[in-house]
């Protein structure tokens, strides 16, 4: 049977599919990135494979996507790479056909995208600012000595959310010490934070958009009742969050690779393969890029970041 | 014993060749332009500058410090009609207080140039200027910036398409090489003709229906191709064709001809001029769609007050118009992944809206 794997390799987790012909997902997987994603793309390969080992599966197409999408697709020789945003959208829609608005927040960036009729129509994605993302909320969690995985249910628990400046990180959390400090309940801190994440994304990224029912909720941080419960009084509907909201990058990536024209061949015994990378600068010229060289087993299967054709390494291999 | 002159001025996409080429011919004094910029340029500016300054200034300062280390002492800035009017005076004084000695002059003193003021601008950098080699000479610099920009207008629309990758880059080099050497009038407009037959000739494989992208915004970040991180170039590679209004022929004249047509054309938005660009900008959205276009990017340096003003109408607009537009504000600090991410994901979008 042909399947096709999608992965996705965001900052903080990364998450990876084998779907088949009609869009089901055979198997799935979700472990953190560490830092690590070449590693990381091994383990979850490896956990993909215990799960469809029984099945007879020829995986004819690979899709990545997330921030790692270019180094990864590069490893396992990807038939498809593209950006989280369209990823998202494919994925999201392939299960909700008639969604109008996507909020997604992840670990480092937040975005919201807007369809009409099946069509991406706008969307945005967060600059410069961290505030309301997963990795804001895990470090004040850390703070709080709570694990970020009850956030949502302590959040539930509060009746009077203290308000907490929203506009950024750093206030954000200097006013949340001060909160602390002068004697507020850590439940409601909490409810507050999650509230202060969905006012700051939705005069952030949700700037002049216009949000329209369905809404969908996804990525790590959708996972938090408190935030998802914040979002609600405040756009004033229902906003739905998917249990497979997660993998939805993954799922679209995949959905993506089974559509693209070429096909690739690819084997679960990648995982024995060794991989290096290295960036180094190029001083042929003064713009003095920065390059990576991807390796494979000690040969050099690709190179990118290059400017000009000075730093142009692998046309100069051939 | 007086030392030697050495005049230099910042970068501006390519157009230090026309500055370099009126400035040796004006004058006696030894010109130079300053080093390509690079992440070094941006690094020494940024250091010096105020953090919250726009971002031409920072790469103008950092212009300055390295052509001062290659031995220049009279520098010219040009100034202009936003915030950028005030940085001539700034950066001088940042550079005096580092302790490099020069001379520090500004084109424009005013909000436009006229012959007079540009007269005695450069009366003050050398006396010994004759008026007739200005009358001359001026008009054919601008006459070459008028060229450069035509070619450039067509290189826009066509080297996504190039069959042989970097012929149309070598071709411009080679173009604006001869364009230094040309000697007057007819030689240069023989040379435009000469090489405007080439360009044409070029091979390229263009589809009917490819995908067009009109970019509006600021003016330094729209024409300075480092400090948009190579925006048209990723575009190109992406085999899209390019328009856009901002280069030079457009400051120096077509603007001032085309404001009341264009106020007009977008009264229903915009009843006055709101500084720089910004009105010129609104009318370039509508244009845009009007004219069938695919997409819109709009390009502005970090804390850009005119286009800040200007992108609610531009906003409204696009609604109107159902057109999609993209925003990026550029600064020191932007991660070039986040750009390539957004612009992949604007590329998608228009070709979901074609339906592909």
């Known amino acids: 049977m042909n399947a096709y794997l999608g992965i996705d390799i965001g900052s903080i987790s990364t998450k990876g599919v084998i779907i088949d012909e009609e869009n089901h997902i055979l198997a799935s997987s979700y472990l953190w990135t560490k830092g690590n994603p070449i590693e990381a793309v091994k383990q979850l390969i490896k956990e993909l494979k215990k799960q469809v080992c029984t099945k007879n599966l020829s995986i004819i197409g690979v899709g990545t996507t ?33 969604v109008k608005t996507i909020f997604e927040i992840g670990g480092q960036d937040s975005k919201i995208i807007l369809i009409e009729n099946g069509i991406v129509v706008d969307y945005a994605m967060n ?10 909320l895990s470090s004040q969690a850390t703070r709080l000595g709570v694990p970020v995985e009850e956030f949502g249910k302590i959040a539930l628990t509060s009746k009077n959310p203290t308000k907490i400046a929203a ?30 994440v969905v006012a700051n994304y939705l005069n952030n990224v949700g700037k002049g958009k216009k949000i329209k029912a369905p809404i969908i909720f996804q990525g790590g941080v959708s996972k938090n009742i408190g935030v998802k419960k914040a979002f609600e009084e405040e756009v004033g509907c229902e906003v739905i969050v998917d249990q497979n909201g997660h993998l939805m990058g993954a799922l679209g990536i995949a959905i ?17 393969d060794q991989f290096e990378t290295r960036g180094i600068e190029c001083n042929r010229c003064s713009n003095h ?8 087993n000690k040969k050099l299967i690709d190179a990118w970041g290059n400017r000009c054709s000075n730093g142009d390494i692998m046309s100069k291999q051939r | 014993m007086k030392e030697e002159r050495v005049i230099s001025f910042p970068h501006l996409g390519d157009y230090y060749i026309p500055i370099k080429f009126l400035l040796n011919k004006l004058t006696k004094y030894k010109v130079i332009e300053s080093p390509p910029i690079t992440k070094k340029t941006i690094d020494l500016g940024s ?18 410090i390295e052509t001062l280390e290659n031995g220049a002492n009279v520098l010219i800035q040009a100034g202009g009609g936003c915030r950028y009017g005030y940085y001539a005076e700034v950066q001088e004084k940042i550079l005096k207080d580092l302790g490099y000695h020069f001379e520090f002059y500004t084109l424009v003193n005013s909000d436009r140039i006229t012959p007079r003021s540009l007269y005695q601008t450069f009366k003050k950098i050398d006396p010994k200027i004759s008026i007739w080699k200005m009358i001359y000479y001026i008009p054919l610099t601008i006459l070459m910036i008028r060229y450069m920009d035509h070619i450039d207008d067509f290189i826009r629309k066509n080297i996504g398409f190039e069959k042989e990758k970097y012929s149309f880059f070598n071709l411009k080099k080679e173009m604006l090489n001869s364009f230094t050497h040309c000697k007057g009038y007819c030689s240069l407009t023989k040379r435009f003709f000469t090489y405007q037959k080439k360009f044409q000739n070029l091979e390229i494989e263009k589809p009917e229906d490819c995908l067009k992208v009109g970019i509006i915004g600021e003016l330094y970040t729209s024409m300075e191709p480092f400090s948009s991180y190579f ?38 938005y915009c009843k006055y001029t709101i500084g720089a660009d910004g009105m010129d ?6 244009y845009l769609i009007d004219q069938g276009y695919d997409g819109i990017i709009h390009i502005k340096p970090f804390g850009c007050t005119p286009e800040i003003g200007a992108i609610p109408i531009i906003r409204k607009v696009c609604q109107d118009g159902k057109m999609p537009i993209i925003y990026f504000s550029f600064d020191s600090q932007t991660s070039e992944t986040g750009i390539k991410t957004r612009l992949e994901a604007f590329y998608d979008m228009l070709k979901m809206k074609r339906g592909e």
């Open chain 1, 66 to 98: 997330g921030s790692a999408r270019k180094l990864i697709g590069t490893m396992l020789n990807a038939n498809i790479i593209k950006n989280e945003i369209t990823a998202h959208a494919v994925g999201t829609l392939s299960l909700y056909p008639d």
């Open chain 1, 127 to 136: 600059t410069l600012c961290a505030a309301g993302t997963g990795a804001f």
């Open chain 1, 167 to 196: 506009r950024c990180t750093v206030f954000a959390e200097s006013d949340l010490v001060h909160k602390a400090q002068m004697g507020y309940q850590k439940a409601d801190i909490i409810a507050g934070l999650c509230k202060s």
């Open chain 1, 256 to 272: 993506l690779s089974k559509k693209a024209p070429i096909k690739t061949n690819f084997q679960f015994s990648i995982t024995e």
């Open chain 1, 289 to 296: 890029c920065e390059i990576i060289c991807v390796s494979k």
């Open chain 2, 47 to 64: 250091k010096y500058s105020p953090d919250f300054v726009c971002i031409p200034f920072k790469y103008n300062l950092g212009n300055f």
């Open chain 2, 231 to 268: 925006l048209e170039k990723e575009l190109a590679s992406m085999k899209i064709e390019v328009k856009r209004f901002t280069n030079v022929s457009y400051l120096l004249y077509q603007k001032r001809l085309t404001r009341k047509k264009n106020l007009r054309y977008i009264e229903k």
């Open chain 2, 281 to 286: 900008n609104i009318y370039r959205a509508k």
